[in-house]
């Protein structure tokens, strides 16, 4: 057990009156990681929740001995206490507000695990993260902008299958000259668009994982809807950076670097939009996109 007095402080601008309260509760241990340039802390009730919490980090995060943190993740184990009948919630912090509510461990983890990697992607000093998928064709990369549920990882799925490298099905990470770097994760996919996602690795289907930056071909802007028919638009740099805006993280804190960067990813790529139907009846018509002599 580490000397709580050690844990890291909590940036001044993030501090409130709700976080005080939530300092009084007891907290018997902690860490703080790096990530893109941006520092995190988390503290637990439990000694037990740390090796838990530390399998769900980012993959490039690395251990910070900062002693003060942009936010703070508080996480609380929850079960039955010896001689009690009450089974107490596992609950997540993030910093003064709650994140996470839930008598299974693992659903608190998923959350620790999801707001980890967006809080990187709102606070990373040098890169703009969109939602977006990413894959690799031809030294160019694809952009597929979109919300949870929006389609983009079956998406991403069928181009993969189709030859395409795997960036990322979360987080297209863009540097300042609109490069789009890999934020490879396992691909999340939903058996059903009501299901909870599981993970499957690029390699299980037959996949390989992108390495180097590539600059933007092709943005897709593209939800799915059963049985709709394939028919993109063309939209204009004016429409489109609106459209990359609407799905960038760091949209309000980072305004102006947003819009240099996303400024300069559509006036050098095309930007399409329609809904689309199955997967694997849309790729063909992406890949013919961005080939270089249409």
Same mark, same amino acid.
């Given at each position: 057990?580490?000397?709580?007095?050690?844990?890291?402080?909590?940036?001044?601008?993030?501090?409130?009156?709700?976080?005080?309260?939530?300092?009084?509760?007891?907290?018997?241990?902690?860490?703080?990681?790096?990530?893109?340039?941006?520092?995190?802390?988390?503290?637990?009730?439990?000694?037990?929740?740390?090796?838990?919490?530390?399998?769900?980090?980012?993959?490039?995060?690395?251990?910070?001995?900062?002693?003060?943190?942009?936010?703070?993740?508080?996480?609380?184990?929850?079960?039955?206490?010896? %001689?009690?009948?009450?089974?107490?919630?596992?609950?997540?912090?993030?910093?003064?507000?709650?994140?996470?509510?839930?008598?299974?461990?693992?659903?608190?983890?998923?959350?620790?695990?999801?707001?980890?990697?967006?809080?990187?992607?709102?606070?990373?000093?040098?890169?703009?993260?969109?939602?977006?998928?990413?894959?690799?064709?031809?030294?160019?990369?694809?952009?597929?902008?979109?919300?949870?549920?929006?389609?983009?990882?079956?998406?991403?799925?069928?181009?993969?299958?189709?030859?395409?490298?795997?960036?990322?099905?979360?987080?297209?990470?863009?540097?300042?000259?609109?490069?789009?770097?890999?934020?490879?994760?396992?691909?999340?996919?939903?058996?059903?668009?009501?299901?909870?996602?599981?993970?499957?690795?690029?390699?299980?289907? %037959?996949?390989?994982? %992108?390495?180097?930056?590539?600059?933007?071909?092709?943005?897709?802007?593209?939800?799915?809807?059963?049985?709709?028919?394939?028919?993109?638009?063309?939209?204009?740099?004016?429409?489109?950076?609106?459209?990359?805006?609407?799905?960038?993280?760091?949209?309000?804190?980072?305004?102006?670097?947003?819009?240099?960067?996303?400024? %300069?990813?559509?006036?050098?790529?095309?930007?399409?939009?329609?809904?689309?139907?199955?997967?694997?009846?849309?790729?063909?018509?992406?890949?013919?996109?961005?080939?270089?002599?249409?």
């Amino acid at each position: 057990m580490s000397d709580v007095s050690t844990l890291p402080r909590l940036a001044s601008q993030a501090l409130t009156p709700c976080w005080d309260n939530l300092n009084k509760l007891s907290w018997v241990d902690g860490f703080a990681f790096t990530s893109y340039g941006v520092t995190l802390g988390v503290r637990v009730s439990d000694p037990a929740l740390l090796p838990m919490l530390r399998s769900r980090l980012p993959r490039d995060a690395e251990p910070s001995d900062a002693d003060v943190v942009e936010r703070y993740f508080s996480m609380i184990l929850g079960g039955t206490k010896p %001689g009690s009948r009450i089974r107490a919630f596992n609950m997540l912090y993030l910093d003064h507000s709650q994140a996470a509510r839930s008598h299974r461990v693992d659903d608190v983890l998923d959350a620790f695990e999801s707001w980890s990697r967006l809080s990187v992607a709102e606070f990373a000093p040098t890169r703009i993260f969109v939602h977006a998928g990413v894959v690799g064709w031809k030294g160019r990369a694809i952009l597929i902008p979109g919300k949870t549920q929006s389609g983009k990882s079956s998406l991403v799925a069928a181009l993969v299958k189709a030859g395409a490298s795997y960036y990322s099905d979360e987080f297209a990470v863009l540097d300042e000259t609109g490069r789009v770097h890999p934020f490879a994760k396992p691909l999340s996919m939903r058996a059903t668009p009501t299901a909870r996602q599981h993970d499957v690795a690029v390699e299980d289907i %037959g996949g390989h994982v %992108g390495e180097e930056p590539l600059p933007v071909g092709l943005v897709v802007m593209s939800q799915y809807k059963a049985g709709a028919r394939w028919q993109p638009q063309t939209l204009s740099p004016g429409l489109g950076l609106l459209e990359l805006l609407a799905n960038t993280v760091s949209a309000r804190r980072a305004t102006e670097r947003a819009l240099a960067v996303l400024g %300069g990813v559509v006036s050098n790529a095309a930007v399409i939009k329609s809904e689309r139907g199955d997967a694997q009846i849309t790729i063909a018509k992406i890949l013919q996109a961005i080939e270089p002599d249409n």
